[in-house]
């Protein structure tokens, strides 16, 4: 299975920009390429919220319509990263940001129930 480490979170001021990383370690003949990526986020006291998902060789891309035009997310199958750019953000997107794989092929704004393989997190704080 895929281990995966989120990177890049921290507290910026509103209107800032941030850039979130997904690096994953492979064991047992996985590999990176095999898996598209989700990114979802959580506050405190309500469900993940899945924001972005990019394909396996990154040709397909979904957004939620909270970040469509201020997030984009990509990936970098040699490094078996992926990233996720976030701009002009605001304090309503401060949250406890994850990556996940799935090995659905289906191009959507991710659902929880369909990711078998999470991140520990990491926490983006927007604040003046």
């Known amino acids: 299975q895929l281990q995966l480490v989120e990177s890049g979170g921290g507290l910026v001021l509103p209107g800032g920009s941030l850039k979130l990383s997904c690096t994953a370690s492979?064991?047992?003949?996985?590999?990176?390429?095999?898996?598209?990526i989700g990114w979802f986020r959580q506050i405190p006291g309500q469900g993940r919220e899945g924001i972005s998902y990019?394909?396996?060789?990154?040709?397909?891309?979904e957004y939620a319509t909270s970040v469509k035009g201020r997030f984009t997310i990509s990936r970098d199958n040699a490094k078996c990263t992926a990233y996720l750019q976030m701009n002009n953000l605001r304090s309503e997107d401060t949250a406890v940001y994850y990556c996940?794989?799935?090995?659905?092929?289906?191009?959507?704004?991710?659902?929880?129930?369909?990711?078998?393989?999470w991140g520990q997190g990491t926490q983006v704080t927007v604040s003046s």
């Open positions: 990019i394909s396996r060789y990154g040709a397909a891309t």
């Open positions: 492979t064991a047992s003949g996985f590999t990176f390429d095999e898996y598209g």
């Open positions: 996940a794989a799935t090995k659905s092929r289906r191009v959507e704004v991710p659902r929880e129930d369909k990711y078998d393989m």
